[in-house]
C-alpha cells in the first residue's frame, strides 16, 4: 500500500478525493430534491388528478359539431 503513495502526492489525492465525494453528494441531494418523495425543503408536491379510463368526457364546445 506505500507504493502508492510513491506515486501520487498524499495532499493532492486526499484534496482531489474530499472534492470529488463533496461533488457527487451534492448531486444525489439535487436528485433526491426533484423527486416528488423525498422533496423536503417544500414539501411533496401534489400529484395532479388524472381522469381515469371510465371517466366522462367534457361537454363539447359550443359550435362544435360531431
Known amino acids: 500500500m506505500w507504493r502508492i503513495w510513491v506515486l501520487f502526492d498524499a495532499r493532492r489525492a486526499l484534496v482531489a478525493m474530499a472534492i470529488f465525494l463533496f461533488s457527487l453528494a451534492i ?8 423527486t ?21 368526457l367534457p361537454p363539447a364546445a359550443p359550435g362544435t359539431s360531431k
Not at 418523495?37 to 411533496?44: E, F, H, K, L, S
Request: aromatic share 10%; proline share 7%; hydrophobic share 45%.
Open 27 to 34: 448531486l444525489i441531494h439535487f436528485i433526491l430534491l426533484s
Open 36 to 56: 416528488n418523495r423525498y422533496q423536503w425543503i417544500d414539501g411533496a408536491r401534489t400529484a395532479q388528478p388524472v381522469a381515469s379510463k371510465g371517466a366522462p
